[in-house]
């Protein structure tokens, strides 16, 4: 049995990992602790595993997701001779130490190694819009991009193979607030007395604004890196007064002006101790002290 890259647990992620390798003509082999699961993957054209072992002896590379760290564990460590001179990617999700302890291990073992997250769905996974982040050396990433590229984005964040969590769970801190912030608005154009803007329509002009709401960010980012907030032409004093707007909005149309309120006290403190005159990235400072 020989193939490109081989995937260890075919839940539904796994499944899709598979897939997504199979569609790029990828040979894979698949192997699951459940044998019924490789079913799928083997109609697919997908060369099935008889154990673990046989598994990663088949292929260069080896993905694995698995539902914790502790089962990736439970799977590799009884294999952990057929390791060496072999490149490991664990796409299992959790915190940032379990990657780092994960790695040292894989490195005792003389395997290759690279802590990923999957910033998607199983549905996207394919998708070269689907963005998948890594964390390893990065001549191990460099060597099988080619291949991780059937499953999206491939993007190396760091040689710190715990830093891909830590994006995680900041990233999807950033999609619940933008989702937030979108139903929110949505709820205020959909409630506006002139008859209301559908839900579709209103996205349509939202995500054309998100250009713009990206140039922000770019501008904040180089002043947050470099610890100055130079006001611009849109100072704090100018977001409060625009904020006070949101909120009064809210009130007349009936929407909860809870979420606009929570940015605005965060202004408000930042206005009150003398930095209305800088930019946004001033917030930064009180985020972090909270």
Known sequence: MGSEVSVLGMGSMGAALAGAFLAAGHGTTVWNRTP???????????????????????????VICVSTYDAVLEVLEPVSGALK???????????????RQTAVWAGRC???????????????????????????PRAVFDAHCSVLGALGDPVHVAEDPGLPSVYDTALLGLMWGTLTGWLHSTAIVGA??????????????ARRWMNTVGVFMNDCARQVDSGSAAGGDFPLDLHLMTMDILV???????IDPEFPELLRGLVRKAVADGHGAESYARLIGYLRKR
Do not use: C, Q, W
């Open 192 to 205: 506006d007395s002139g008859g209301g803007v559908s839900a579709t329509a209103f996205t349509d002009v």
């Open 36 to 62: 019924g699961k490789t079913e799928a993957p083997a109609a697919r054209g997908a060369a099935v595993a008889r154990t673990a072992v046989e598994a990663v002896a088949a292929s260069p590379l080896t």
């Open 248 to 254: 009064h909005a809210s009130e007349l149309r009936g």
């Open 85 to 99: 001179g072999r490149a490991v990617v664990n796409l299992t999700s959790g915190p940032p130490g379990d990657g």
């Open 110 to 136: 003389g395997a290759g190694y690279l802590d990923g997250v999957v910033m998607s769905t199983p549905g996207r996974i394919g998708d070269p819009g689907a963005l998948l982040l890594y964390g390893g």
